[in-house]
Nanobody, 127 residues
Framework: QVQLVESGGGLVQAGGSLRLSCAAS????????MGWFRQAPGKEREFVAA????????YYADSVKGRFTISRDNAGNTVYLQMNSLKPEDTAVYYC????????????????????WGQGTQVTVSS
């Protein structure tokens, strides 16, 4: 089993930055592809960013491309989402997800492709 715990959310003004962290425990996720999703009030959960376990492949939703960066630490058990130039429409609960991958180049963008989820962290961007 893999447990994921997100942190780093909060209230920030438009144009500001936040860095979210996702700490994995229970099993090393060094060979897991990692993803970030978000869910705004009244909306469905949506894909934000994904990272292959090799770190060589990343993918971003068009809405965050150029503003958000997904990365992981050298040990591979903490994943980050650096969010810059935040907009009010980025307000949501952000979820970290993990899925074992059999290739270092794989990443996943769909909710059903992930088996493990964190509890979420709230990000609120004021205008």
């Amino acid at each position: 089993q893999v447990q994921l715990v997100e942190s780093g959310g909060g209230l920030v003004q438009a144009g500001g930055s936040l860095r979210l962290s996702c700490a994995a425990s229970g099993r090393t996720v060094i060979t897991y592809t990692m993803g970030w999703f978000r869910q705004a009030p009244g909306k469905e959960r949506e894909f934000v960013a994904a990272l292959s376990w090799s770190g060589g492949s990343t993918y971003y939703a068009d809405s965050v491309k150029g503003r958000f960066t997904i990365s992981r630490d050298n040990a591979g058990n903490t994943v980050y989402l650096q969010m810059n130039s935040l907009k009010p429409e980025d307000t949501a609960v952000y979820y970290c997800a993990a899925q074992r991958a059999y290739s270092g180049s794989y990443y996943y963008t769909r909710i059903l492709q992930y088996d493990y989820w964190g509890q979420g962290t709230q990000v609120t961007v004021s205008s």
